[in-house]
C-alpha cells in the first residue's frame, strides 16, 4: 500500500510515532536513539524510520514545516497507517519573559487563527487540547528524570513571526491568551486526532525568545534537543 505522500507498507509503521519537523533530525533520532532502524519512507525526502527503543516498536516520522504540511502527513499516518499517537517534537519561540531559550514546552492545547478548519470541514475553532493522557505521561516522565517542563497552551501561526516587522501588533492579534510558545504546526496535529479519534502530543524546545537573546553553542542545542528526544521516548515505553 502507499499514500499520495508516503510510500510505506501497512506493517512499516508503529501505531506510535515522533514527529520532528526537519527530515534530516528524523535520521538523527532513528541512529542515535533507535535499534534496528529502518528507512521506511523517502518519497519528497521526508524521511520516516522505524525501529525500537528498550523494545518498544516506534516509528520517527517528519512533518515539514507549517499546518498543511503536518496536515498532510498526520492525516496519512492516522487514517491509512492505523496510528494511534504522534508526539510532535519541535521548535518554539516565545513572548513570555519568563521563558527562557532551551527550555522546553509541552503544549496542552494549540490556539490558532488559521482557515484550516473551515476548509477541511466548515467549522470555526480557535483552540484544540492535546491528549490529556499523553500529556500525562510526558510530565510524569519529566517529574522522574528530573527535566524541568514548562506546560500550557501554545500559539499556531501561519507565518514564521520571528519575520513580522510589527511583533507588538502580531502579538495584539491574541489579546486574551497566556501563552507560552509560539511555533507553527501543532494546531494541524491536534485538529486531525481530534478529526480522527486519535491522540496527539507536542513537545517543544524554545529557540527564539524576544527577550532572551543568548547566542547558543551548537552543543547547548544538541543537548536540550536530545533531553526532549529522550523524554518523548521514554514517555511511550
Ligand atoms: N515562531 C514561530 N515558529 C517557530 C519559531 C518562532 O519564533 N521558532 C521556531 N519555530
Redesign the pocket.
Known sequence: MATSHIESKLEDIAPIVLMPGDPLRAKYIAENFLDNPKLINRVRNMFGYTGTYKGKRVTVFASGMGIPSIGIYSYELYKFYNVEKIIRIG???TYDKDIKVLDVILSTGAYCKSYFDELFDGVDIDFIQSSDSLNRSIMNTAKRDNIKLCVGKTIT?DI???YCDDKERFRDNFPDMKFLG???EAFGLFYMARKLNKEAACLMTV??SLYDKRSLSSEEREKSLDEMIKLALESII
Request: hydrophobic residues 40%; negative net charge.
Open positions: 521548535s518554539c519561540g501561526s514564521f513571526d520571528v509560539i511555533e507553527m529557540v527564539d
